[in-house]
């Protein structure tokens, strides 16, 4: 009889699947393409229409089932935060996110194993980023994993320290990266000229993705960018053009910045996303918080030059693949200003940084990171 790794895939036909669903659809993917001899991989889903299971069948050829709860995801996600029912059963369970069955059992004695995934901690870092309802969720998962899951799943050994801060989990922490999302693949010439023609972006630009909010750095970026000496680069930001009541061509002409110089995209298209990564002239990643940094991995893998702050997530990341500028307690817009401005006016700059960021992507591929999964289930 094969060995089934039940991967929890729920968030893929989620009304805003998200990052979250990209990671989702990516790994279960990988895992499916990289399964052992003698293994297979089933998903499980909350209850859901027809079409969402007829969605997961497609979207994953290859998987032995799908297992259908009788609980739709929102019962299903108070359930599971009371320790209420014992669906999905038990085995060897995988889930992308917090959003699992956690359960006392003992796998030595069972072989039954669940194994979570931590993205970031905002819930406790920006709780004002999430809806209360959320953040409370959020707390009391993490505290049944830290009773209850064999194993516990972070992107980078930056948020594996910081995660110690909040809670043990001893060794059952493994660090396991991201890789960019599917379909994210380098344009041809013609093709990826097209594409940005048609989003209306201008021939030279910056990148820069996120909201308003104050951790995404993007606030700090346009103050840079309206500095005296800083050339006058267009910057298109992926992301939503307001963020409550704060819209960003009022930010950006408070900081100095044409708002005319501002475009805002919000790009599902991979293939779109491919063209304008792939013809920034840098890409700038300010942010003060990251979690996974999969923006840094998904510019690396265009070969765009990058320009990030030195958090401890993007250092690791990056590893001197891009160019860091320090957050420090203060003159962080002066500094990120001063990195611009280098790359804009040093083409060699930007030519180093566009060689060392395609030697960078190699480290990430989703393969890679399945077949680390394959082995973490083994091992336990």
Do not use: N
Not at 37 to 49: L, T
Not at 61 to 73: E, F, H, I, Q, V
């Amino acid at each position: 009889m094969p060995i089934t790794l039940r991967m929890i895939v729920d968030q893929v036909v989620a009304p805003v699947p998200g990052p979250l669903g990209r990671y989702t659809q990516a790994l279960t993917s990988a895992l499916i393409a990289s399964t052992p001899s003698g293994c297979q991989v089933e998903a499980v889903v909350s209850s859901s229409p027809p079409t969402d299971y007829a969605r997961i069948e497609a979207m994953f050829p290859g998987l032995s089932g799908l297992y259908k709860t009788s609980l739709a995801r929102r019962e299903l996600a108070g359930a599971w935060q009371l320790g209420l029912t014992t669906s999905p059963g038990g085995g060897m369970i995988h889930a992308p996110s917090l959003f699992a069955p956690l359960r006392r059992h003992d796998r030595t004695v069972s072989g039954d194993q669940v194994v979570v995934t931590v993205h970031d901690l905002t819930a406790w870092t920006h709780p004002e980023a999430l809806t209360s309802t959320t953040v409370s969720w959020t707390k009391a998962m993490l505290k049944r994993a830290r009773r209850h899951a064999d194993a516990v799943v972070v992107p980078t050994h930056a948020l594996a320290e910081r995660l110690a801060d909040i809670a043990d989990f001893g060794e059952r922490v493994r660090v396991i990266g991201t890789a960019p999302r599917v379909g994210l693949v380098m344009p041809g010439d013609g093709e990826g000229s097209i594409r940005r023609a048609r989003l209306g972006l201008p021939d030279e630009y910056l990148v820069a993705r996120g909201t308003l909010e104050a951790r995404t750095g993007l606030v700090e970026l346009l103050e840079a960018l309206g500095r005296p000496g800083v050339p006058q680069i267009p910057l298109v930001v992926l992301g939503p053009d307001s963020w409550g009541e704060v819209h960003l061509a009022t930010v950006a002409e408070d900081s100095g910045v044409d708002a005319r110089r501002v475009h805002a995209l919000q790009i599902d298209d991979p293939s779109d996303l491919a063209a304008v990564l792939a013809g920034a002239t840098a890409v700038v990643a300010p942010g003060h918080e990251e979690g996974a940094a999969t923006d840094l991995i998904e510019a690396f893998s265009m070969g765009a030059p990058v320009i990030h702050s030195d958090t401890a997530t993007h250092l690791e990341v990056a590893a001197e693949a891009g160019l860091a500028v320090t957050v420090g307690s203060g003159g962080f817009v002066e500094r990120l200003a001063a990195a611009v401005t280098s790359v804009i006016e040093h083409p060699s700059l930007a030519d180093r940084l566009a060689v060392t960021s395609g030697d960078r992507a190699r480290a990430f591929s989703w393969r890679d990171s399945a077949e680390r999964v394959w082995q973490l289930h083994a091992d336990l």
